[in-house]
C-alpha cells in the first residue's frame, strides 16, 4: 500500500502495450481528514490532459452507527452517521457530473507517467489500473445467458430491502426520511415519527451513492424492482447508475431514468416489453444506486456553453450602453457590435433545439421549458427590431433572462429521488402496488387531521417529568435540535438527573412569549 497524504505527489511509470483509448481505476482507503472528500490532480506525462482531469474526487463512505431506536413517545431517533475506512475502487470520472461516461484517456504505446497530485485530504492507494472495458448492450447479456444455460428462479422468491437500512453511503449528509404521503410507505404511521425512506432533496448531487446488502435463496436469473417518488421535477426527470456487485451489467443500467410522479411508483428495471434480468450466485450480494445526470448531461454542457455566449454578447451592449442607456441615442449596434446578432441567431436555433428534444424526451411542455421559450422569444424579437436592444426595459429583461437560464442549469444538475424499498424477485412475482387504494388513503387521511390535535410535533425527542425537569426553546432546524437532544440525553441529564424538554419554536414568537 501507498499512503498519499494531504500534500504532495505520487507518481508510477506504466509500459502501454497497445495504443488506444483508457479508463484509470483507482482502489483506495480513505485516511483520517476533516471529513470532506479526497481531492487530487491528475498529471499524464508531466501534464494535466483536459480540465476535468483536475480537481477528482474521491467519496468517503459513511454507514449507520447504531440500529433506529425510538423515545419514550414512540417516534424514530436517527441514528448518528459514522466514517467506516475499508478499500474501495473509483473509476475516474467527471467531479462535476457534467459527463456520464467515465473519463477515457488516449496512451500511446511505450513507457508513460501518471502522477496524483493531492489537492486535500489523504488517502492510502493499493492500486491504480488502466483498462478498456466496453459495457454490453442487455441483448448482449441476455444472450450470454442463454449459452451459459442460466435459468430463471421460481415464482415465490421476492426480497425486499428497506432502503432506508442503506449499507454504505457516500456522503455524511445523505439520510433515511420521513414521508407520511401514503399509508404504504414501510413502516407507516399517521401520528409517529418513522424513518421509512432514504434520500429525497438530500440525495440529488451527481456522484453521490448509496449501496444496500442483501442475501438471494438460490442461484438464478432475477429482476429488480424500485419502489420510488419523484415528485420534485415535473417536467423533467432523474438519473441513476445501477451496480451489481460493483458492475454495471448492462448499458440500460447505466442510465435508468425516473420520471415525475407526484405519488409513490413501481420502477421495474427493463424496457416497456420486458424486465432486465440479473444472474445472482446464491448467498450475499449488493446494489449500489449513483446519482447521475444520464442524458440530462448532453442539454446541461449545451445550455451552459449558451450562456457564455449570450453573456458576452451582454457584455458587448453594455459595453456601448452603459448601465442606463438614452433612449434618445441611436447607438447604431449592427454597424459597431455586428457580431452580437449573429450570436443572438445561432443560440436561438440551438436552444430551439434543446427545448424540442427536452419536450420530446420528457412528453410534457412544463415551466422549466417556459424558461428557454423565454430566453428565444426575446432574441427574435431583438434580431428582428435591432434599435430596440438600447431600450433599457429590454436590455434589463434580457439580464433576468440570463439569469433564470443559470438558475434553470442548477436545477437541470439536480437529481432528487425518494426511495422505499427494492425488491430483488423472481421474473413472474407479483409486485405489490407502490400506492394505496382510495379507501385507504382516505381512512388515512382522517387519521392525520385527528392525531394532528393530540400530538406535539414541536418536542424534541424523549419527554421529561416529573420535579427536576426543564424546558428549552431552540429556533435552530429539527436536524440540529436532535443533535442537542442526543447530546443532552447522553452526557447533562446523566451527570445532573435534569430531564429537559426541548422544543422547537419560531424566532419571532421568543420576544412576544416573554413579555406576555
Known amino acids: 500500500y501507498l499512503y498519499s497524504g494531504s500534500e504532495g505527489s505520487c507518481e508510477w511509470v506504466v509500459d502501454i502495450k497497445e ?185 440529488k448531487m451527481p456522484g453521490e451513492w448509496a449501496i444496500w446488502e442483501f442475501e438471494v435463496p438460490e442461484s438464478g436469473l432475477y429482476k429488480i424492482v424500485l419502489k420510488y417518488k419523484q415528485n420534485y421535477k415535473r417536467s423533467l426527470f432523474v438519473t441513476r447508475r445501477i451496480e451489481i456487485d460493483g458492475t454495471v451489467i448492462c448499458q440500460e443500467m447505466n442510465n435508468v431514468t ?74 447604431e449596434l449592427t454597424k459597431r457590435v455586428p457580431e452580437v446578432f449573429k450570436i443572438f441567431e445561432e443560440q436561438i436555433e440551438v436552444l430551439s433545439n434543446m427545448s424540442n428534444e427536452l419536450q420530446e424526451l420528457t412528453s410534457e411542455r412544463g415551466s422549466e421549458l417556459a424558461i428557454l421559450e423565454n430566453l428565444i422569444y426575446q432574441m427574435k424579437e431583438m434580431v428582428k427590431n435591432p434599435d430596440s436592444v438600447a431600450e433599457q426595459k429590454r436590455l434589463q429583461n434580457y439580464k433576468s433572462n440570463l439569469g433564470a437560464l443559470g438558475a434553470w442549469l442548477l436545477l437541470l444538475k439536480e437529481q432528487p429521488l425518494l426511495l422505499d424499498y427494492i425488491l430483488v424477485a423472481s421474473p413472474e412475482a407479483e409486485i405489490p402496488a407502490a400506492e394505496a387504494n382510495i379507501f385507504s388513503k382516505l381512512i388515512y387521511e382522517i387519521k392525520c387531521l385527528y392525531y394532528s390535535y393530540l400530538t406535539d410535533y414541536n418536542t424534541i425527542g424523549n419527554l421529561a417529568e416529573g420535579d427536576k425537569s426543564i424546558t428549552v426553546w431552540i429556533d435552530t432546524g429539527r436536524d440540529q435540535a436532535n443533535i442537542l437532544k442526543k447530546l443532552i440525553d447522553s452526557s447533562f441529564t446523566p451527570k445532573t438527573g435534569i430531564g429537559v424538554n426541548l422544543k422547537l419554536v419560531v424566532s419571532e414568537s421568543v420576544l412576544p412569549s416573554i413579555i406576555s
Open 19 to 203: 495504443a488506444g483509448l483508457y479508463n484509470i481505476l483507482v482502489r483506495y482507503m480513505p485516511d483520517v481528514g476533516k471529513g470532506s472528500s479526497i481531492e487530487r490532480n491528475l498529471y499524464i506525462d508531466g501534464g494535466i490532459p483536459f480540465e476535468e482531469a483536475q480537481n477528482l474526487v474521491f467519496k468517503r463512505m459513511w454507514e449507520s452507527g447504531n440500529e433506529i431506536t425510538t423515545d419514550n413517545r414512540g417516534n424514530d431517533i436517527y441514528p448518528s452517521n459514522v466514517e467506516t475506512y475499508q478499500f474501495m475502487e473509483c473509476k475516474i470520472k467527471d467531479s462535476l457530473g457534467y459527463y456520464n461516461e467515465y473519463l477515457s484517456f488516449y496512451f500511446t504505446s511505450g513507457k508513460h507517467t501518471i502522477k496524483l497530485e493531492s489537492v486535500k485530504e489523504p488517502m492510502i492507494i493499493d492500486y491504480i489500473k488502466l483498462y478498456n472495458e466496453k459495457i454490453p448492450s442487455y441483448e448482449e447479456v441476455k444472450q450470454s445467458y442463454i449459452e451459459k444455460g442460466y435459468k430463471e428462479i421460481g415464482s415465490d422468491v421476492c426480497i425486499k430491502i428497506q432502503a432506508e437500512n442503506a449499507k454504505y453511503r457516500s456522503d455524511s449528509s445523505l439520510r433515511m426520511m420521513n414521508d407520511r404521503s401514503s399509508p404504504k410507505t414501510e413502516p407507516s404511521s399517521p401520528s409517529l415519527i418513522k424513518y421509512n425512506s432514504f434520500g429525497g432533496d438530500t440525495w
Open 258 to 331: 425516473f420520471t415525475y410522479r407526484s405519488g409513490w411508483d413501481n420502477k421495474i428495471l427493463g424496457d416497456d416489453n420486458e424486465p432486465y434480468l440479473v444472474y445472482l450466485e446464491k448467498g450475499k450480494h449488493t446494489i449500489k444506486v449513483e446519482a447521475t445526470m444520464g442524458e440530462m448531461s448532453r442539454f446541461y454542457n449545451t445550455a451552459i456553453n449558451s450562456l457564455s455566449k449570450l453573456n458576452e454578447a451582454y457584455r458587448k451592449i453594455f459595453v456601448i450602453t452603459g448601465a442606463v442607456p438614452d433612449q434618445y441615442r441611436d447607438y
